[in-house]
């Protein structure tokens, strides 16, 4: 078993122009800096994202709005990016928004094999539009469907060839869900580890799920929002 | 007098207890984390997936791999766990986080509240705000109590596209603590200093008050 | 944050006759033994129980079938016991058989807030009588509603006193849905550990999913097929 | 001549590829982790919360807490993963398990499977077997063509409660090789030794015969 390819390019063989894809991460946290650089130089155009954020001008998908390379985003906030916001001003992007629990659950549903489920977030709103609806024990709920994704492009902290991860802190956020829903899953690490070095308890995410792995080098890691105290 | 941010935030703490799991909103809310009474045993969530967040890292000491649902850094208390937005979202849908504490743009004196869209202006999104209105049995809105115009954010209706229906409990605005009741905004308590009349005046939407509005004790 | 209590019995304060528990545990692997002792002593009637399994008849929840506790057991399988089969046959207890995976996801369900959701499990047998049915993508479904219960009773191997836990090799099994969907959840574990000694990133049920922890001593784990090979 | 157990295990293995993840049931699917050709990478699953499950531990080193979904003791190799029961029920309804083998009482020409109750016994459950049939795209069952009594266990409908519809591609008795089809059973290799009269006597439901049906090489 070895899922290892040798480079964030080669591990984006097969994925084409029109493509539906989920992109983890929370703000700049825990993306795939490394799958998202290499999806710029591949140049396939007219994407599907499914992001919880789009990143900021000139770093995450934000790179990828820049080279118009999105057609669509699928998240639940998008702010902190100017182009963005000229491109979906415009008419140029399409925008879905989708309460953040909602958008996570449905990426789990679509890798666990459940095609729908009733939720409260967003009844009585825009959100619950078209959907439908239903009483259970006094309170109404929306029904929402699963989210699957040609390629699910995610970031952990270690991996071992067999697909195994481990993620670092809230660098987490939607990585393992993700993993889950691809047809195809691409995981970059910043370490790759043998087999076994890895406890099979804290494994958060099963190689499984996981199709091709690769180690980038040189993590940028940027904070959107420094935030310190002072020392007494 | 009205209150401050700080006076709001300060009077919210006082709707802690011990033991409590809470969710704090971006802005004023976040400010409640300041005045946890001492001896209270508090655990802060944040949404991206931390129970047990503790304050802002001390200069240098920024994780990158550490955020808030802000995006801001923080630090972990001893006793705290990390988990995936599924996991996080599991907790706010299933109750499990006693208390949400969130701004807001309206609400309603049935407990609507709009706080994600204005229509024409440019939108970022609801994030985890439908999920945290629809889900707890708890939420206290946050707000000042009339907008930069002087009109009123209490209102009967809402103006603004929906974030939730009927799920508000408690309002503190700067003039006052108000609960949702079937009759209206019920006044609990005025800011030192103001009147019920001049509250009345800036609530647009149904006000009950009793027979003696106490004034707040900060 | 202090949620140690004595004792097993202790534990167990507000358990009422006729109340529903989920029970942990796969076979006799990772139940909670001293809870279910404590079950024992209590003497309460009546109880629908939601485990996997149900023990053999001197241990696990056969111990409770012994004293006629249980009206009504929620299960996937529950072969291995004698006295299951004189009750379930003479009709002395209720037992309602479940998939599985469908037993697992209505746990998560029901402590994750979501009242019902869509499975392939079950269709066109005896399983979805008189349940919604419904096609996705050409794929028939059966809607399956959560499980919720007055007392999760759960194992695990390592816990703090704010609940936090983690779970051993196979003892892991039901333990975390089921500490999620409880109204009171009691965690018993072989080790209390200080806060902070478990690494955040590799705690298996976050705190504040456990009402009660104690620490339970001289765990017997008995082992129901002991299966091994020889050395060459 | 009929296919012992060992052969029928062996006979499926060839149905394995490199990389698959499999989960194997209870009895003779459980010998084909035997049979697993040299230098092929196969990573076991077991429902109870295992990828990466190896043989059974050596005299004096079980560990109570490594069992499998038959509840026996077992090891791990490296790479392997552990997880509750609903990431693993997610990995079999999400159809990420490429291979699932388990016996049945009764097979239809239409993939029907009945195999967790007779009327009339006490019935034990179908633990995972009914998610297991309805999720997977790829479901082997093994089992003897025909039941004690002589009668055939290939039928055009159950006679027993079903575990699933519609969901079985292949099975595999100690008389042949099947492939369900549109038109019914296909045989698509005969147990060495046996004539295509011979099985198409022992099976009730529709079977289609090509011109040329070739004996199995074991």
Same mark, same amino acid.
């Given at each position: 078993?070895?899922?290892?390819?040798?480079?964030?390019?080669?591990?984006?063989?097969?994925?084409?122009?029109?493509?539906?894809?989920?992109?983890?991460?929370?703000?700049?946290?825990?993306?795939?800096?490394?799958?998202?650089?290499?999806?710029?130089?591949?140049?396939?155009?007219?994407?599907?994202?499914?992001?919880?954020?789009?990143?900021?001008?000139?770093?995450?998908?934000?790179?990828?709005?820049?080279?118009?390379?999105?057609?669509?985003?699928?998240?639940?906030?998008?702010?902190?990016?100017?182009?963005?916001?000229?491109?979906?001003?415009?008419?140029?992007?399409?925008?879905?928004?989708?309460?953040?629990?909602?958008?996570?659950? &449905?990426? &789990?549903?679509?890798?666990?094999?459940?095609?729908?489920?009733?939720?409260?977030?967003?009844?009585?709103?825009?959100?619950?539009?078209?959907?439908?609806?239903?009483?259970?024990?006094?309170?109404?709920?929306?029904?929402?469907?699963?989210? &699957?994704?040609?390629?699910?492009?995610?970031?952990?902290?270690?991996?071992?060839?067999?697909?195994?991860?481990?993620?670092?802190?809230?660098?987490?956020?939607?990585?393992?869900?993700?993993?889950?829903?691809?047809?195809?899953?691409?995981?970059?690490?910043?370490?790759?580890?043998?087999?076994?070095?890895?406890?099979?308890?804290?494994?958060?995410?099963?190689?499984?799920?996981?199709?091709?792995?690769?180690?980038?080098?040189?993590?940028?890691?940027?904070?959107?929002?420094?935030?310190?105290?002072?020392?007494? | 007098?009205?209150?401050?941010?700080?006076?709001?935030?300060?009077?919210?703490?006082?709707?802690?207890?011990?033991?409590?799991?809470?969710?704090?909103?971006?802005?004023?809310?976040?400010?409640?984390?300041?005045?946890?009474?001492?001896?209270?045993?508090?655990?802060?969530?944040?949404?991206?997936?931390?129970?047990?967040?503790?304050?802002?890292?001390?200069?240098?000491?920024?994780?990158?791999?550490?955020?808030?649902?802000?995006?801001?850094?923080?630090?972990?208390?001893?006793?705290?766990?990390?988990?995936?937005?599924?996991?996080?979202?599991?907790?706010?849908?299933?109750?499990?986080?006693?208390?949400?504490?969130?701004?807001?743009?309206?609400?309603?004196?049935?407990?609507?509240?709009?706080?994600?869209?204005?229509?024409?202006?440019?939108?970022?999104?609801?994030?985890?705000?439908?999920?945290?209105?629809?889900?707890?049995?708890?939420?206290?809105?946050?707000?000042?109590?009339?907008?930069?115009?002087?009109?009123?954010?209490?209102?009967?209706?809402?103006?603004?596209?929906?974030?939730?229906?009927?799920?508000?409990?408690?309002?503190?605005?700067?003039?006052?603590?108000?609960?949702?009741?079937?009759?209206?905004?019920?006044?609990?308590? &005025?800011?030192?200093?103001?009147?019920?009349?001049?509250?009345?005046?800036?609530?647009?939407?149904?006000?009950?008050?009793?027979?003696?509005?106490?004034?707040?004790?900060?």
């Amino acid at each position: 078993m070895n899922k290892i390819v040798e480079s964030a390019d080669a591990a984006l063989d097969g994925l084409q122009d029109g493509m539906t894809l989920m992109v983890g991460g929370f703000g700049l946290c825990g993306i795939p800096e490394k799958s998202i650089a290499a999806l710029v130089r591949r140049g396939v155009k007219g994407l599907t994202c499914i992001s919880n954020n789009a990143g900021v001008d000139d770093f995450g998908l934000g790179l990828l709005l820049q080279t118009r390379q999105i057609k669509k985003m699928i998240s639940s906030y998008v702010g902190e990016n100017a182009e963005f916001e000229r491109q979906m001003l415009s008419g140029e992007l399409q925008v879905d928004l989708i309460p953040q629990g909602t958008l996570a659950e &449905r990426c &789990r549903a679509g890798g666990a094999g459940i095609p729908a489920f009733f939720t409260p977030a967003g009844y009585g709103t825009e959100v619950a539009e078209g959907k439908e609806t239903r009483e259970f024990n006094g309170k109404m709920y929306v029904l929402e469907d699963w989210l &699957r994704a040609d390629f699910a492009l995610v970031k952990a902290w270690k991996g071992d060839r067999f697909g195994n991860l481990v993620y670092k802190r809230t660098a987490r956020n939607f990585n393992p869900m993700m993993a889950m829903a691809g047809k195809v899953t691409v995981a970059e690490v910043e370490e790759l580890v043998e087999p076994g070095e890895l406890d099979p308890d804290e494994i958060h995410t099963p190689g499984i799920f996981v199709n091709r792995i690769f180690q980038g080098k040189g993590y940028e890691k940027r904070i959107e929002q420094r935030t310190t105290r002072k020392r007494n | 007098m009205a209150l401050t941010k700080e006076q709001m935030a300060q009077r919210i703490a006082r709707e802690l207890k011990d033991g409590y799991y809470v969710n704090l909103g971006i802005g004023i809310p976040t400010l409640v984390a300041n005045y946890v009474p001492e001896g209270m045993n508090i655990v802060f969530q944040s949404e991206n997936g931390i129970l047990g967040m503790g304050p802002f890292p001390y200069d240098g000491e920024e994780d990158a791999d550490l955020i808030n649902a802000g995006k801001q850094t923080v630090t972990l208390l001893p006793g705290s766990s990390i988990f995936d937005s599924s996991t996080s979202f599991a907790m706010i849908r299933g109750q499990h986080v006693q208390l949400t504490v969130l701004g807001a743009m309206e609400v309603t004196d049935t407990g609507d509240i709009a706080n994600w869209k204005i229509p024409g202006k440019m939108v970022k999104g609801m994030g985890g705000a439908m999920d945290l209105v629809a889900s707890a049995e708890n939420i206290i809105v946050c707000m000042m109590h009339a907008n930069k115009a002087g009109e009123s954010k209490l209102l009967k209706k809402c103006s603004l596209p929906l974030t939730g229906v009927k799920c508000v409990k408690k309002v503190v605005t700067d003039l006052g603590v108000f609960d949702i009741t079937p009759e209206g905004f019920k006044l609990l308590e &005025r800011a030192p200093g103001l009147s019920v009349e001049e509250i009345k005046a800036k609530t647009e939407g149904r006000l009950v008050v009793g027979s003696d509005v106490a004034e707040m004790i900060l």
